[in-house]
Nanobody, 125 residues
Framework: QVQLVESGGGLVQAGASLRLSCAAS????????MGWFRQAPGKEREVVAA????????YYTDSVKGRFTISRDNAKNTVALQMNSLNAEDTAVYFC??????????????????WGQGTQVTVSS
């Protein structure tokens, strides 16, 4: 059974940092691209950051470039999202996801078909 479990969310003040982690079980992580998505109230889910199955390439949505860093450890089946200089617009539920590596465009949300339950990130201004 494939399972993704996120951790690390919480309530912080603007300017603070958080590190989200996601542990995958029931899969071999190196067979998948991995991504972080978020959904704020009343908004559609959006890709925040993604990383290819090998870790060789990364993608960030414009609003988080220079502030967020995605990384993965295939030996541990984990993906992390380091979030710095958080602001109120980053408030959302954050989800990690897996997308089969046979799909070449790891930046697309349609590539991903395994989802975690989400972790809440709230940034107070």
């Amino acid at each position: 059974q494939v399972q993704l479990v996120e951790s690390g969310g919480g309530l912080v003040q603007a300017g603070a940092s958080l590190r989200l982690s996601c542990a995958a079980s029931g899969v071999t992580a190196s067979n998948y691209h991995m991504g972080w998505f978020r959904q704020a109230p009343g908004k559609e889910r959006e890709v925040v950051a993604a990383i290819t199955w090998s870790g060789g390439s990364t993608y960030y949505t414009d609003s988080v470039k220079g502030r967020f860093t995605i990384s993965r450890d295939n030996a541990k089946n984990t993906v992390a999202l380091q979030m710095n200089s958080l602001n109120a617009e980053d408030t959302a539920v954050y989800f990690c996801a897996l997308g089969p590596r046979r799909y070449k465009d790891y930046r697309l949300s349609t590539t991903y078909n395994v989802w975690g339950q989400g972790t809440q990130v709230t940034v107070s201004s």
